[in-house]
Nanobody, 128 residues
Framework: QVRLVESGGGLVQAGDSLKLSCAAS????????VGWFRQAPGKEREFVGA?????????????RDSDDAKARFTMSKDNAENTAYLRIDRVKPEDTAVYYCATSRSARWATGIEYDYWGQGTQVIVSS
Protein backbone atom coordinates (compact mmCIF):
# COMPACT_ATOMS: atom_id res chain seq x y z
CA GLN A 1 0.00 0.00 0.00
CA VAL A 2 1.37 3.38 -1.03
CA ARG A 3 1.23 6.15 1.51
CA LEU A 4 2.59 9.68 1.36
CA VAL A 5 2.60 11.85 4.46
CA GLU A 6 3.42 15.54 4.35
CA SER A 7 4.50 17.44 7.43
CA GLY A 8 6.15 20.70 8.43
CA GLY A 9 3.35 23.11 7.71
CA GLY A 10 1.74 25.48 10.17
CA LEU A 11 1.39 29.14 10.98
CA VAL A 12 4.53 31.10 10.20
CA GLN A 13 5.51 34.74 9.99
CA ALA A 14 6.36 36.42 6.73
CA GLY A 15 10.11 36.26 6.20
CA ASP A 16 10.55 32.93 7.99
CA SER A 17 11.90 29.80 6.34
CA LEU A 18 9.92 26.59 6.13
CA LYS A 19 10.90 23.04 5.26
CA LEU A 20 8.13 20.67 4.31
CA SER A 21 8.66 16.92 4.29
CA CYS A 22 7.02 14.11 2.34
CA ALA A 23 7.61 10.65 3.75
CA ALA A 24 6.72 7.70 1.53
CA SER A 25 5.97 4.10 2.25
CA UNK A 26 5.13 1.41 -0.26
CA UNK A 27 6.87 3.29 -3.04
CA UNK A 28 10.49 4.27 -3.50
CA UNK A 29 11.60 7.73 -4.60
CA UNK A 30 14.51 6.05 -6.35
CA UNK A 31 11.98 4.51 -8.75
CA UNK A 32 9.32 7.23 -8.95
CA UNK A 33 9.27 10.97 -9.45
CA VAL A 34 8.09 12.99 -6.48
CA GLY A 35 6.27 16.21 -7.15
CA TRP A 36 5.21 19.13 -5.01
CA PHE A 37 1.97 21.01 -5.57
CA ARG A 38 0.10 23.70 -3.72
CA GLN A 39 -3.44 24.97 -3.67
CA ALA A 40 -4.32 28.34 -2.24
CA PRO A 41 -7.86 29.12 -1.06
CA GLY A 42 -10.14 29.71 -4.03
CA LYS A 43 -7.40 29.00 -6.55
CA GLU A 44 -6.42 26.13 -8.80
CA ARG A 45 -3.71 23.74 -7.83
CA GLU A 46 -0.21 24.79 -8.90
CA PHE A 47 2.73 22.58 -9.79
CA VAL A 48 5.74 23.66 -7.73
CA GLY A 49 8.12 21.14 -9.26
CA ALA A 50 9.40 17.59 -9.10
CA UNK A 51 12.47 15.41 -8.78
CA UNK A 52 12.67 12.36 -11.02
CA UNK A 53 13.73 8.84 -10.10
CA UNK A 54 17.04 9.76 -11.75
CA UNK A 55 17.43 12.87 -9.56
CA UNK A 56 16.59 15.38 -12.26
CA UNK A 57 14.99 18.46 -10.72
CA UNK A 58 12.40 20.44 -12.66
CA UNK A 59 10.50 23.44 -11.34
CA UNK A 60 7.04 24.31 -12.55
CA UNK A 61 6.10 27.63 -14.16
CA UNK A 62 5.18 29.23 -10.84
CA UNK A 63 8.84 28.95 -9.82
CA ARG A 64 10.59 28.88 -13.17
CA ASP A 65 8.95 32.10 -14.37
CA SER A 66 9.61 34.11 -11.23
CA ASP A 67 13.06 35.30 -10.17
CA ASP A 68 11.72 35.74 -6.65
CA ALA A 69 10.31 32.20 -6.47
CA LYS A 70 13.48 30.72 -7.97
CA ALA A 71 15.42 32.24 -5.11
CA ARG A 72 13.02 30.98 -2.44
CA PHE A 73 11.84 27.47 -3.41
CA THR A 74 14.20 24.49 -3.19
CA MET A 75 13.36 20.82 -3.55
CA SER A 76 15.48 17.91 -2.42
CA LYS A 77 15.10 14.29 -1.46
CA ASP A 78 16.80 11.57 0.53
CA ASN A 79 16.37 8.21 -1.17
CA ALA A 80 17.76 6.33 1.82
CA GLU A 81 15.04 7.86 4.01
CA ASN A 82 12.48 7.79 1.17
CA THR A 83 11.65 11.38 2.06
CA ALA A 84 11.34 14.46 -0.12
CA TYR A 85 11.64 18.04 1.01
CA LEU A 86 10.43 21.43 -0.08
CA ARG A 87 12.16 24.39 1.47
CA ILE A 88 10.61 27.83 1.18
CA ASP A 89 12.75 30.76 2.26
CA ARG A 90 11.45 34.22 3.14
CA VAL A 91 7.85 33.05 3.04
CA LYS A 92 5.20 35.52 1.95
CA PRO A 93 1.46 35.71 2.67
CA GLU A 94 0.85 34.61 -0.93
CA ASP A 95 2.57 31.31 -0.08
CA THR A 96 -0.43 30.47 2.10
CA ALA A 97 -1.78 27.19 0.70
CA VAL A 98 -2.12 23.49 1.25
CA TYR A 99 1.03 21.81 0.02
CA TYR A 100 0.86 18.30 -1.41
CA CYS A 101 3.38 15.75 -2.57
CA ALA A 102 2.61 13.07 -5.12
CA THR A 103 4.41 10.39 -7.12
CA SER A 104 4.59 9.54 -10.79
CA ARG A 105 6.24 7.07 -13.10
CA SER A 106 4.89 8.78 -16.19
CA ALA A 107 7.13 10.16 -18.91
CA ARG A 108 5.24 13.42 -18.30
CA TRP A 109 6.36 13.73 -14.68
CA ALA A 110 8.08 17.05 -15.37
CA THR A 111 4.84 18.63 -16.55
CA GLY A 112 3.02 18.09 -13.27
CA ILE A 113 0.43 15.72 -14.68
CA GLU A 114 -0.21 11.98 -14.35
CA TYR A 115 0.61 11.79 -10.67
CA ASP A 116 -1.16 8.84 -9.15
CA TYR A 117 -0.63 8.75 -5.39
CA TRP A 118 -1.09 11.86 -3.27
CA GLY A 119 -0.57 12.78 0.32
CA GLN A 120 -3.23 14.45 2.42
CA GLY A 121 -1.47 17.80 2.32
CA THR A 122 0.02 20.09 4.91
CA GLN A 123 -1.42 23.55 5.51
CA VAL A 124 0.87 26.55 5.44
CA ILE A 125 -0.46 29.88 6.69
CA VAL A 126 1.78 32.90 6.44
CA SER A 127 0.92 35.92 8.54
CA SER A 128 2.14 39.35 7.55
Amino acid sequence: QVRLVESGGGLVQAGDSLKLSCAASGRSFSSYAVGWFRQAPGKEREFVGAISWGDITIYGPMVRDSDDAKARFTMSKDNAENTAYLRIDRVKPEDTAVYYCATSRSARWATGIEYDYWGQGTQVIVSS
